[in-house]
């Protein structure tokens, strides 16, 4: 509490004091000149700062759905895994009496059933997603809000500085007497009429603006009232009254060196300087009919008065003043040249978007239809929500795009409503009242350029810049993260399938183990780069912002997904079982005869697995067209990969240690067209079960 003579204050019953005559300064409050003594009313949750806190910590973070089904799916493959681990190493000992290849046979099923590159996936996914966002201006402050930015259905966006570019310019002016209509760069003068207009919408500004509409107030002023008596840079501030929810207007009050009386300047939104003036109901529907007028043409119409006051003590509120009204000023804030097309490809990929501002109805339709929003059904006002209830708020929700004159508590009720419609919301706020809806929305994105740090630490995103296109790149950013992950998931559960079988069957068919732990560590170093690495930095498929959002219920594990995966490692499986039974007939029956087909086995295995990368990075063409965009990492995996294979064939040493013996190269040319053959077998599976991932997976 600020105050040269601040008196005592008496505590209350819950321990608050009562400063309600007193002027208050609440905590982050920046002051830059003169001094008071104050008084501490209020610390913690009982203060305002606090209480916005409180509401914060009252709304929980829910984790994301594809969180909880990674948990889920990790846990329970993870337990069946090991209870098969133990029972193979179990039979294997049983059956053939050797308890060594036993336990070496479980180890081997087990690690090769083990999702552990599942939580690799998802941790890298979404590292590199926020990564990428963050190239492109845009700061995650939650990574798993990356992969949710795919299903959203809603954006709730601010009009000022979203959709708009933030830099406004008096553009009308409106007296009973005249009217002036002009840019900056119209030099047409200024009617004497109006003088007095756009003299007070000075004075009723702050001279050192940092608001747009205050700056472009100040530049008008003087630029068209230069050289005239209507400024006044040696007049005194003696006092002012701020805007608030109850009264949407603000006055300043000035002393002039030569006078006595006081001079009361005020702005605000045309109803509450309407309801200043005290006018009758014939000039009130007057100044009502040319603010619509001016709204339509999107406008934002200030009205502006004018009072003089003699007393010495300033009374409480401004309504106790007896003001003048003067006119209304009209403000341009032109909409972002790439907003139209940035809605237009939220409309085409199935996402609305919905506008909540403070702005009169006229002006935020206006604008709505500059930007690109529907406007077939009128605005919803804060006046109009706060006297409905739950069930019209529901119904209206479905076809209302805009709402205007809307309070910062009432966009929290607002993106609840949404919610519970089923929409996965996604909400910009730049000031400190909107933390709490921020936090609220299912991914709530705020201001980095105009925004308070209170909002910025509420929101799972941050637009550095400030740009409604950013928004929509990570909306296209989500789609890619989720779509890859399902890739991702496609290949994992392909790739597990040959080898579980390959470490189960010998088991069955009473051969030797044909995979041993020493193989599964290789096979290792493609399988997790290519899920973490190559399927991350695919790019998105062309028409992917050209469908609805996945459905909310939309799991990673779904039947697609899994019978594909299944399909693809099923008939690998069964190519290798034949490669191996093929090879061990044709070869000579010595004691490296079981070395040379494991080899020769291990070989078309590995060469598959990279078939199988390639053409699961595509779902909408196929691979032997090619990809539609290089892939740096998959080459870089592949040429290590072949690589090191040549040396596990080549080098005696390393070929002792994977129980290798060289095949002939005429099998080795083979192992080639059956790798091709696989890859046959991938594009046929990815053709025929492809429609319902294509269409599923966004």
Avoid at 38 to 43: M, N, P
Avoid at 410 to 435: E, H, I, P, S
Avoid at 521 to 534: G, K, M, W
């Amino acid at each position: 509490v600020c105050t040269p003579e601040a008196p005592d204050l008496e505590p209350k019953e819950d321990g608050s004091q009562d400063a309600s005559h007193l002027a208050v300064a609440f905590s982050g409050t920046l002051v830059t000149r003169g001094t008071a003594r104050g008084h501490v009313v209020a610390t913690g949750e009982r203060s305002a700062l606090g209480r916005i806190g409180k509401s914060l910590a009252g709304i929980a973070i829910e984790t994301t759905p594809i969180q909880r089904e990674m948990h889920q799916v990790v846990k329970w493959v993870a337990i069946i895994g090991l209870g098969l681990a133990a029972v193979l190493a179990m039979s294997y000992a049983l059956v053939l009496g050797d308890w060594l290849h036993g336990l070496l046979a479980g180890l081997t099923l087990a690690m090769a059933i083990l999702p552990e590159e599942l939580p690799v996936i998802l941790t890298l996914f979404l590292g590199l997603g926020a990564w990428r966002l963050a190239r492109e201006k845009v700061l995650a402050r939650s990574i798993p809000a990356v992969e949710l930015l795919g299903a959203t259905t809603l954006l709730c966006v601010d009009k000022t500085g979203t959709l708009t570019v933030n830099r406004m310019t008096v553009q009308q002016m409106w007296s009973v007497q005249a009217m002036h209509d002009s840019g900056p760069s119209d030099p047409t003068p200024l009617q004497e009429e109006l003088h007095g207009l756009l003299e007070y919408a000075v004075l009723a500004s702050h001279r050192r603006a940092f608001d747009p509409m205050e700056k472009a107030i100040a530049e008008a002023g003087q630029r068209l009232l230069a050289d005239t008596e209507h400024l006044h840079a040696d007049w005194t501030l003696v006092d002012d009254y701020a805007l608030s929810p109850e009264m949407l207007a603000m006055s300043r009050v000035w002393q002039s060196p030569d006078q006595t009386e006081r001079l009361i300047a005020a702005k605000g939104a045309p109803e509450a300087i309407v309801d200043l003036c005290h006018l009758d109901a014939e000039e009130a529907s007057a100044v009502a009919h040319q603010v619509r007028s001016m709204a339509v043409e999107g406008l934002r119409v200030l009205g502006v008065a004018r009072a003089r006051f003699a007393g010495d003590v300033l009374p409480p509120q401004q309504h106790d003043f007896e003001f003048e009204f003067l006119g209304l000023i009209g403000l341009e804030d032109p909409v972002r040249a790439d907003v139209p097309q940035a809605i237009a490809e939220c409309q085409a990929a199935g996402v609305r978007v919905v506008m909540m501002t403070g702005d009169h109805s006229a002006t935020a339709l206006s604008i709505a239809r500059k930007a690109g929003i529907s406007v077939g059904s009128p605005a919803i006002t804060g006046a109009e929500l706060s006297a409905m209830n739950d069930e019209t708020l529901q119904a209206r929700l479905a076809d209302t795009h805009v709402f205007s004159r809307v309070q910062p508590e009432q966009k929290l009720r607002l993106v609840r409503a949404f919610r519970a419609r089923g929409d996965v919301v996604a909400m910009t706020g730049d000031g400190v009242n909107d933390a709490p809806a921020l936090k609220a929305a299912d991914i709530g994105v705020a201001m980095g350029a105009r925004g308070t740090e209170v909002a910025r630490q509420a929101a799972a995103l941050v637009l550095l810049n400030d740009d409604f296109s950013s928004l929509v790149t990570a909306v296209r950013y989500g789609r890619r993260v989720f779509a890859n992950l399902r890739k991702a998931i496609v290949f994992v559960v392909a790739v597990h399938v040959p080898i579980v079988g390959l470490s189960v069957l010998p088991v069955v068919f009473g051969w030797p183990m044909l995979l041993m732990p020493a193989h599964i560590l290789f096979l290792q170093l493609i399988i997790d780069p290519a899920c973490s690495v190559v399927f991350e930095a695919e790019p998105l498929e062309t028409n992917a912002m050209k469908v609805p959002p996945r459905r909310q219920d939309q799991k990673l594990f779904d039947r697609a997904v899994v019978v594909r995966g299944l399909w693809q490692g099923a008939g690998l499986l069964l190519l290798l079982l034949i490669v191996y039974a093929g090879s061990r007939a044709l070869a000579v029956p010595d004691d490296s005869q079981h070395d040379a087909a494991r080899a020769l086995t291990f070989v078309v295995l590995v060469l598959s697995n990279l078939g199988l990368i390639h053409v699961n990075r595509s779902w909408g063409r196929t691979s032997w067209r090619g990809s539609a965009a290089s892939n740096g990492q998959f080459a870089w995996i592949a040429g290590a990969a072949v690589i090191v294979l040549t040396v596990v064939l080549t080098v005696p040493a390393v070929s002792r240690l994977f129980s290798f013996a060289p095949p002939a190269p005429g099998l080795l040319l083979a192992a080639l067209g059956f790798a091709g053959l696989a890859m046959a077998w991938f594009d046929a599976v990815k053709r025929h079960l492809g429609f319902g991932l294509r269409r599923e997976a966004r």
